[in-house]
């Protein structure tokens, strides 16, 4: 027994302590890379928020308590088998149709918006779980069939995606509709979707922009995009955002105004700043500087994602783990360019940086998808 | 290896679809790249984006957002005060407490004034001033006031509210106040909110100046001495959020507050006046022979230039301005009265000096004269006239009028005019108060351009004893009596003592010296004015502990025929005779000149006792003074 220990003790292999935590992390189902990279981008976001909200620690404490819950989410939801999410794919696509119908009749009405579902003691929007569920029911329908999908395929597959969407936007919620198509369509096109399709679905969809231009879109959804045209056509009405963003943004210069310093945000100026258009005041109080690494967190997560994407084991896991990843990053996208002011203005927060609790948990519980993916096609190596 | 996919697709019997993997994840590892690419692509886009905005246009942004943040805000000057020749306050600056409202901060104005109404009493006339200058120039966040001197209950109401109506504020405000209420009103005039026509008229500069201050002189000194009252602008600059809200003042310059002003005024000496005059409507203007000054400017009757200040309110106003008395009206300075006997002695010496008349010239006086070729008698005021021998000294000491149609006779217009300009008939004064009238010393050329017609002998008549077209002021009368006593140096009356630290200067306009023989003789007449029992003014004589010079006056207010006498029962209080005294003392060292108009008063002696309390007053004080 004493022997046996002190043996084991003197196996000459240093890299034994290395392979050993990795594959307890790998029996936790973590990714390392994307942990970390997640846990710097939460710092990075909490310090631009906690400036943004005006210092307020209340607003802070929620955030925190977003962010152990996010955790826990990402965490548990990494634990999961994969062949067992597919199995059951159908059935979460279906809760979330009937849950969607349930909101269109039964919701709850707030700003002019059906969105939520109240169960007396919580309320919660369906339309948030349908951004995961959708994907994975794509990947799943997609991944048992001979890939690249034939044209009968493809078209079950968007209705798989324009059955809910078309419930979300009847909300209605645009920006939602929109990136849970996104996020469908993304499936779709990693599963091989021919180009000609992809060609001949823009075409068809530069033809009908008159049409959506002049009978889908509603007024304030118009004067969207017409304000990121011109923003100084209203100046203190619907340009407003646009311009004291694009004011904030450009007095930080390249090394900024400083941690709670930025003028714009700190006296008001900037509206929205510790929601949707959290890097204005990010970029007015860090600078390019600091937009620059906020960049390159997202950059990086982004990239990571797409190698396990690349490494994954399986057509369902590629597929999705692929499609989670590049909707992250059109949000990351949507709400920067919109900011910026080179898309128009949608409703679309700042991936776990911007204040509030339910597209935090909807992200993370993507990332414990992806991390369980990653551990999956590690130990299948 | 388990291909659950595989194994999938014959459970769900899709069996006869082979999947070719490697092609599969041929296909996908492109897409993936492709993906990649197109988000390299998209962030090099928002970095050029980012780039272009906070490092090419950094300096404009930069620019824009401290705009956003930072105002400037004008800080008004304390206004400079007034004060009388004995120090005392004659336009001060009172702190008040304003309501005042930031529209831009206010979501509903009309509801806001209205919740504020249940807390302090806001009238009709508060609002339509209050609206009335939102229409006026104003600098984005600048507070316009609601309602003046808040009383410490009101502060105390909206103290507690303050905090429901966003954009409310209580400011401190320095408001002229003049403590001796209508005492001064005519002479220091009063402060008024600037209105859209004194605004338009500013200047570049004057905007700048005024930017932050609220009234501006309207009337008398107030006005006169608008530059030198009003300051230098100082400047405030503040950081504030995008509600308006000041966060705090970055940087000061102080305003520099305008110069005090030190009066020749005599508070007491007005109110001495003020009291002699017992409300009858008239001047009374006194005069320092030695510099000039101004010690007394009085019209009556008067109102409370305090009641201007906020703006008064239409029906006051109303009262003002449409009241028979005319209480606005400026009588010492722009009141035109017929001098009547009052400038004798003036145009006595002329008549001495161009030798028309000499101590032993001798006239009959029957109470009448006439011009050859001319049908008409002009009367006497003395009916039976003066006797049989009247000279010079007799004609000044009684006032005998047909003495002195002959020295008018033969003096002729030109001479008159001439001589009489020397004392300053005719012009103005250049009195430091606005809108002074120059009265009517006629002439010949002033006939023709006036009346289109030539001169005629009975103007000369009517001329020698002030009366015809003849008109003064009150103020040129004592004016030309303080000349008179100076033995003809005439001194431009002056109000302003002292600008800041700066002695005003003393302008003497003219000097005719003439014979000092021919001097004596003339204010030796007028000294037995009041010191000869044969005097017009003997009356006042009693109780002097000095002795004095004066002419009495008296004015028609209508013009009598030929043939008619004047009978005062007969003729409306409005339309009898205005009483004019002119005087100085002491008569052997000339230190005061006063003049007094009294409108209809008949009698000139009571023009003599107004003026004869005023002097005591001054000497008294004089004395005690020494």
């Given at each position: 027994m004493h022997n046996k220990t002190d043996f084991i003790r003197r196996l000459p292999d240093s890299g034994a302590h290395f392979s050993k935590s990795e594959s307890m992390l790998r029996r936790v189902h973590i990714d390392l890379i994307l942990l970390l990279l997640l846990v710097a981008l939460t710092i990075f976001g909490l310090l631009a928020l906690y400036s943004a909200s005006g210092e307020s620690l209340s607003m802070m404490k929620r955030q925190l308590v977003f962010y152990i819950i996010a955790y826990c989410a990402m965490f548990t939801v990494a634990q999961l088998d994969m062949k067992s999410l597919m199995r059951w794919s159908p059935w979460f696509y279906g809760i979330g149709i009937v849950l969607l119908i349930l909101t269109y009749f039964f919701g709850v009405n707030a700003k002019g918006a059906q969105r939520w579902l109240s169960l007396g003691f919580i309320r919660f929007q369906p339309a948030e779980a349908l951004k995961i569920a959708v994907p994975v029911a794509v990947a799943a329908y997609l991944s048992v069939r001979m890939l690249p999908p034939k044209f009968g395929q493809v078209l079950l597959g968007l209705l798989i995606i324009a059955l809910p969407a078309v419930l979300i936007l009847k909300q209605p919620d645009l920006g939602t509709s929109l990136l849970i198509c996104t996020s469908g369509l993304i499936v779709l096109f990693m599963a091989g979707l021919r180009w000609r399709f992809i060609l001949g679905s823009l075409v068809m969809l530069l033809v009908s922009l008159w049409p959506i231009w002049h009978y889908v879109l509603e007024d304030y959804q118009k004067r969207r995009v017409t304000t990121l045209f011109n923003p100084e056509a209203d100046k203190l009405g619907a340009g407003w955002n646009a311009i004291q963003a694009k004011i904030s943004i450009g007095s930080g210069g390249f090394s900024g105004k400083g941690w709670l310093k930025g003028t714009q945000s700190q006296l008001d100026f900037l509206p929205e700043s510790h929601t949707d258009f959290i890097i204005a005041a990010l970029a007015e109080e860090f600078g390019l500087a600091g937009v620059l690494l906020l960049i390159a967190l997202y950059f990086a997560i982004v990239i990571r994602g797409l190698l396990i994407a690349w490494q994954a084991s399986t057509t369902f896991n590629r597929l999705l783990a692929s499609s989670i990843t590049l909707t992250f990053f059109v949000y990351v996208f949507v709400n920067i360019g919109m900011v910026a002011g080179l898309l128009p203005v949608v409703g679309v927060p700042l991936p776990l940086v911007s204040l509030g609790g339910t597209s935090l948990i909807t992200l993370m519980l993507g990332f414990g998808i992806l991390m369980a993916i990653s551990t999956e096609s590690k130990t299948k190596k | 290896m388990i291909r659950p996919d595989f194994v999938k697709a014959r459970i769900s019997g899709d069996h006869h679809h082979f999947k070719d993997h490697q092609n599969e994840i041929r296909i996908f590892r492109r897409r993936i790249a492709f993906c990649g690419l197109m988000v390299l692509i998209l962030l090099s886009v928002i970095i050029a984006r980012f780039y272009d905005l906070q490092v090419k246009n950094f300096q404009s942004y930069s620019t824009q957002s401290d705009r956003n943040r930072i105002q400037v805000r004008p800080v008004a000057p304390n206004r400079g005060l007034f004060f009388d020749a004995r120090g005392k306050i004659i336009a001060d600056n009172r702190a008040v407490s304003t309501l005042t409202l930031t529209v831009e901060r206010v979501k509903d104005l009309e509801y806001t004034i209205a919740r504020l109404g249940e807390l302090v009493e806001i009238t009709e006339r508060d609002k339509k001033n209050f609206y009335r200058a939102l229409k006026w120039r104003r600098r984005p966040y600048e507070a316009v006031a609601l309602k003046y001197n808040l009383t410490e209950e009101e502060l105390a109401r909206i103290a507690v509210n303050e905090f429901s109506f966003d954009g409310v504020e209580v400011a401190g405000q320095l408001v002229r106040y003049y403590p001796y209420g209508d005492l001064f009103t005519h002479v220091a005039g009063y402060v008024g909110r600037i209105n859209e026509a004194e605004q338009a008229g500013f200047s570049k500069e004057q905007l700048h100046q005024y930017a932050g201050t609220q009234s501006i002189g309207k009337t008398g000194l107030e006005k006169y001495y608008e530059s030198v009252l009003h300051g230098e602008v100082g400047q405030e600059k503040i950081e504030t959020d995008a509600r308006g809200r000041v966060l705090h003042v970055i940087d000061t310059i102080n305003p520099a507050a305008g110069k005090n002003i030190e009066l020749y005024l005599d508070a007491e000496l007005q109110i001495e006046a003020r009291d002699a005059m017992q409300g009858r409507r008239g001047a009374v203007v006194a005069i320092d022979i030695e510099t000039g000054g101004v010690l007394t400017l009085l019209s009556s009757p008067s109102y409370d230039p305090n009641l201007f200040v906020t703006g008064i309110s239409e029906k006051n106003y109303r009262l003002l301005n449409t009241s028979?008395?005319?209480?606005?009206?400026?009588?010492?300075?722009q009141g035109q009265y017929p001098p009547g006997s009052t400038i004798k002695p003036v145009l006595g010496l002329g008549a001495l000096q161009h030798d028309i008349v000499t101590p032993q010239t001798r006239i009959v006086d029957r109470g009448f004269y006439q011009l050859e070729n001319d049908n008409r008698l002009y009367r006497e005021w003395k009916r039976e006239g003066h006797g049989d021998n009247v000279d010079l000294y007799q004609a000044i000491v009684e006032s005998c009028d047909i003495f002195f149609y002959d020295i008018g006779r033969r003096m002729g217009v030109d001479r008159m005019h001439a001589f009489g300009s020397f004392f300053g008939l005719g012009s103005q004064t250049n009195i430091d108060v606005p809108s002074e009238r120059m009265g009517l010393w006629p002439s010949r050329a002033w006939k023709k351009r006036a009346r289109g017609l030539s001169w005629y002998p009975g103007n000369s008549l009517n001329m020698s004893i002030g009366q015809g077209d003849v008109l003064v002021t009150p103020l040129q009368l004592a004016a030309m009596t303080a000349a008179l006593a100076r033995r003809g140096e005439f001194v431009e009356p002056k109000i302003a003592k002292k600008i800041g630290d700066a002695e005003t200067e003393k302008v003497v306009r003219s000097v005719y010296q003439g014979d000092q023989a021919n001097w004596e003789y003339i204010l030796r007449s007028m000294r037995d004015v009041v010191h000869s029992f044969r005097g017009t003014a003997t009356s006042i004589n009693k109780n002097l502990n000095f002795t004095m010079a004066g002419k009495t006056g008296t004015a028609q207010v209508v013009s009598i025929a030929q043939d008619e006498e004047y009978d005062s029962e007969a003729l409306s209080e409005r339309n009898r005779d205005h009483a004019l005294f002119v005087a100085f003392a002491p008569y052997s060292n000339p230190k005061i000149a006063v003049s007094v108009v009294l409108e209809n008063g008949e009698k000139s002696s009571l023009a003599g006792e107004v003026a004869k309390r005023v002097i005591i007053a001054y000497l008294e004080a004089y004395e005690s003074a020494q």
């Amino acid at each position: 027994m004493h022997n046996k220990t002190d043996f084991i003790r003197r196996l000459p292999d240093s890299g034994a302590h290395f392979s050993k935590s990795e594959s307890m992390l790998r029996r936790v189902h973590i990714d390392l890379i994307l942990l970390l990279l997640l846990v710097a981008l939460t710092i990075f976001g909490l310090l631009a928020l906690y400036s943004a909200s005006g210092e307020s620690l209340s607003m802070m404490k929620r955030q925190l308590v977003f962010y152990i819950i996010a955790y826990c989410a990402m965490f548990t939801v990494a634990q999961l088998d994969m062949k067992s999410l597919m199995r059951w794919s159908p059935w979460f696509y279906g809760i979330g149709i009937v849950l969607l119908i349930l909101t269109y009749f039964f919701g709850v009405n707030a700003k002019g918006a059906q969105r939520w579902l109240s169960l007396g003691f919580i309320r919660f929007q369906p339309a948030e779980a349908l951004k995961i569920a959708v994907p994975v029911a794509v990947a799943a329908y997609l991944s048992v069939r001979m890939l690249p999908p034939k044209f009968g395929q493809v078209l079950l597959g968007l209705l798989i995606i324009a059955l809910p969407a078309v419930l979300i936007l009847k909300q209605p919620d645009l920006g939602t509709s929109l990136l849970i198509c996104t996020s469908g369509l993304i499936v779709l096109f990693m599963a091989g979707l021919r180009w000609r399709f992809i060609l001949g679905s823009l075409v068809m969809l530069l033809v009908s922009l008159w049409p959506i231009w002049h009978y889908v879109l509603e007024d304030y959804q118009k004067r969207r995009v017409t304000t990121l045209f011109n923003p100084e056509a209203d100046k203190l009405g619907a340009g407003w955002n646009a311009i004291q963003a694009k004011i904030s943004i450009g007095s930080g210069g390249f090394s900024g105004k400083g941690w709670l310093k930025g003028t714009q945000s700190q006296l008001d100026f900037l509206p929205e700043s510790h929601t949707d258009f959290i890097i204005a005041a990010l970029a007015e109080e860090f600078g390019l500087a600091g937009v620059l690494l906020l960049i390159a967190l997202y950059f990086a997560i982004v990239i990571r994602g797409l190698l396990i994407a690349w490494q994954a084991s399986t057509t369902f896991n590629r597929l999705l783990a692929s499609s989670i990843t590049l909707t992250f990053f059109v949000y990351v996208f949507v709400n920067i360019g919109m900011v910026a002011g080179l898309l128009p203005v949608v409703g679309v927060p700042l991936p776990l940086v911007s204040l509030g609790g339910t597209s935090l948990i909807t992200l993370m519980l993507g990332f414990g998808i992806l991390m369980a993916i990653s551990t999956e096609s590690k130990t299948k190596k | 290896m388990i291909r659950p996919d595989f194994v999938k697709a014959r459970i769900s019997g899709d069996h006869h679809h082979f999947k070719d993997h490697q092609n599969e994840i041929r296909i996908f590892r492109r897409r993936i790249a492709f993906c990649g690419l197109m988000v390299l692509i998209l962030l090099s886009v928002i970095i050029a984006r980012f780039y272009d905005l906070q490092v090419k246009n950094f300096q404009s942004y930069s620019t824009q957002s401290d705009r956003n943040r930072i105002q400037v805000r004008p800080v008004a000057p304390n206004r400079g005060l007034f004060f009388d020749a004995r120090g005392k306050i004659i336009a001060d600056n009172r702190a008040v407490s304003t309501l005042t409202l930031t529209v831009e901060r206010v979501k509903d104005l009309e509801y806001t004034i209205a919740r504020l109404g249940e807390l302090v009493e806001i009238t009709e006339r508060d609002k339509k001033n209050f609206y009335r200058a939102l229409k006026w120039r104003r600098r984005p966040y600048e507070a316009v006031a609601l309602k003046y001197n808040l009383t410490e209950e009101e502060l105390a109401r909206i103290a507690v509210n303050e905090f429901s109506f966003d954009g409310v504020e209580v400011a401190g405000q320095l408001v002229r106040y003049y403590p001796y209420g209508d005492l001064f009103t005519h002479v220091a005039g009063y402060v008024g909110r600037i209105n859209e026509a004194e605004q338009a008229g500013f200047s570049k500069e004057q905007l700048h100046q005024y930017a932050g201050t609220q009234s501006i002189g309207k009337t008398g000194l107030e006005k006169y001495y608008e530059s030198v009252l009003h300051g230098e602008v100082g400047q405030e600059k503040i950081e504030t959020d995008a509600r308006g809200r000041v966060l705090h003042v970055i940087d000061t310059i102080n305003p520099a507050a305008g110069k005090n002003i030190e009066l020749y005024l005599d508070a007491e000496l007005q109110i001495e006046a003020r009291d002699a005059m017992q409300g009858r409507r008239g001047a009374v203007v006194a005069i320092d022979i030695e510099t000039g000054g101004v010690l007394t400017l009085l019209s009556s009757p008067s109102y409370d230039p305090n009641l201007f200040v906020t703006g008064i309110s239409e029906k006051n106003y109303r009262l003002l301005n449409t009241s028979r008395d005319l209480p606005l009206f400026n009588r010492a300075v722009q009141g035109q009265y017929p001098p009547g006997s009052t400038i004798k002695p003036v145009l006595g010496l002329g008549a001495l000096q161009h030798d028309i008349v000499t101590p032993q010239t001798r006239i009959v006086d029957r109470g009448f004269y006439q011009l050859e070729n001319d049908n008409r008698l002009y009367r006497e005021w003395k009916r039976e006239g003066h006797g049989d021998n009247v000279d010079l000294y007799q004609a000044i000491v009684e006032s005998c009028d047909i003495f002195f149609y002959d020295i008018g006779r033969r003096m002729g217009v030109d001479r008159m005019h001439a001589f009489g300009s020397f004392f300053g008939l005719g012009s103005q004064t250049n009195i430091d108060v606005p809108s002074e009238r120059m009265g009517l010393w006629p002439s010949r050329a002033w006939k023709k351009r006036a009346r289109g017609l030539s001169w005629y002998p009975g103007n000369s008549l009517n001329m020698s004893i002030g009366q015809g077209d003849v008109l003064v002021t009150p103020l040129q009368l004592a004016a030309m009596t303080a000349a008179l006593a100076r033995r003809g140096e005439f001194v431009e009356p002056k109000i302003a003592k002292k600008i800041g630290d700066a002695e005003t200067e003393k302008v003497v306009r003219s000097v005719y010296q003439g014979d000092q023989a021919n001097w004596e003789y003339i204010l030796r007449s007028m000294r037995d004015v009041v010191h000869s029992f044969r005097g017009t003014a003997t009356s006042i004589n009693k109780n002097l502990n000095f002795t004095m010079a004066g002419k009495t006056g008296t004015a028609q207010v209508v013009s009598i025929a030929q043939d008619e006498e004047y009978d005062s029962e007969a003729l409306s209080e409005r339309n009898r005779d205005h009483a004019l005294f002119v005087a100085f003392a002491p008569y052997s060292n000339p230190k005061i000149a006063v003049s007094v108009v009294l409108e209809n008063g008949e009698k000139s002696s009571l023009a003599g006792e107004v003026a004869k309390r005023v002097i005591i007053a001054y000497l008294e004080a004089y004395e005690s003074a020494q």
